[in-house]
Each structure stands twice: as structure tokens, then as C-alpha cells.
């Protein structure tokens, strides 16, 4: 999942904020969440902790702007079904909290925030 355009003058490491994010489950532990694709495949979420994206990968959009790479999650639950319909419905649609964010922008249509820090709401 990237972004195809940036918004310009969205980074703000000091906002926090609920967003939707997609999670595929983990098939040995219950309790697990795996982000799907992109994100480090072995990085565990579960509900009530904070996870920190330690990346710093320069990604590219579609518009050739470049931004640091982070969690990618959408600003409504709309957002994250049609992101879950094109990677075939992975099923887990999640509500998270996030802090310090990379910066905003659009995938399609649909609004994106790239932030450093998520923690899926229990």
C-alpha cells in the first residue's frame, strides 16, 4: 500500500488520532494481528499495545513525490473495505489509534495517514 499523492504540509509528529487499519490474523496465535503486505511481515499487533514502525525506507507515489515509509492506515472504516476488497478480504478491519505522523495523502480516492506509531482499540 502506498500513496499516490501526498498532502503537502501534513507531517506533525505531536498528532494522535483514530483511523481504520487491515489486519490479517495470525493462524498460531489467536490474540495476533499481522498487516498484510507491505508492512514488516513479522511484525505482531495485538489489541491495547502500541507497535512502532522502526522503518526508514523512502517510498515513491504514483506522482513521484517521496515519503518515509511507516503504517498506513485510512481516516474511515469505508476507506480500509475497499483497500480489504482489492487485496482479496482479508477480513480484519481494524480501529487504531496512531501518533506521530509521517504525513497524509491518498490512495485512490481515499484518504491515508502514515504514522510511525499504531495500537489496535480494544
Not at 21 to 43: R, T
Not at 71 to 78: A, I, P
Amino acid at each position: 500500500m502506498c500513496l499516490d499523492r501526498i498532502t503537502p504540509n501534513s507531517k506533525d509528529p505531536k498528532e494522535e488520532g483514530v483511523g481504520y487499519k487491515v489486519f490479517k490474523k495470525d493462524e498460531y496465535h489467536s490474540d495476533w494481528f499481522i498487516a498484510p503486505l507491505f508492512d514488516d511481515p513479522g511484525q505482531i499487533f495485538i489489541e491495547g499495545n502500541w507497535v512502532k514502525d522502526n522503518h526508514s525506507v523512502t517510498i515513491t507515489t504514483t506522482d513521484n513525490n517521496l515519503y518515509c515509509s511507516g503504517f498506513h492506515l485510512f481516516e474511515t472504516e469505508e476507506a480500509a473495505e475497499v483497500f480489504n476488497d482489492w487485496v482479496a478480504g482479508l477480513s480484519y478491519i481494524k480501529k487504531v489509534k496512531y501518533r506521530n505522523v509521517i504525513i497524509k495523502g491518498e490512495q485512490g480516492d481515499e484518504k491515508v495517514i502514515v504514522a510511525r506509531e499504531v495500537m489496535i482499540c480494544q
